[in-house]
């Protein structure tokens, strides 16, 4: 008789619907910023390529990357560009 062990790894997860996403980054009272939050997210030329719409009504987001777009838009949040 063998005997095989596994080790039970943990895989973050990819991609996170809409709603998922509001919930998992802390924005359930705050759905209004969120949606602008994402808008700027999938408008931004290094970031849009986390943001999908595979069928309407259900956007999904790469979490990873809209962390590290919430680090960047904190870390840069006083250097916006101003208009004359």
């Not at 895989?11 to 939050?37: N, T």
């Not at 838009?73 to 208009?83: A, G, L, S, T, Y």
């Amino acid at each position: 008789m063998k005997i095989t062990v596994a080790k039970t790894i943990e895989v973050p997860q990819a991609w996170m619907a809409k709603d998922e996403a509001i919930i998992y980054f802390g924005y359930q009272k705050h759905k209004a910023l969120f949606q602008k939050l994402l808008r700027e997210f999938k408008e931004h030329e290094d970031y849009k390529d986390g943001y999908r719409l595979p069928t309407y009504g259900l956007p999904i987001v790469k979490v990873q990357l809209f962390d590290e777009f919430l680090k960047w838009r904190d870390q840069n949040k006083f250097k916006r560009k101003r208009q004359v």
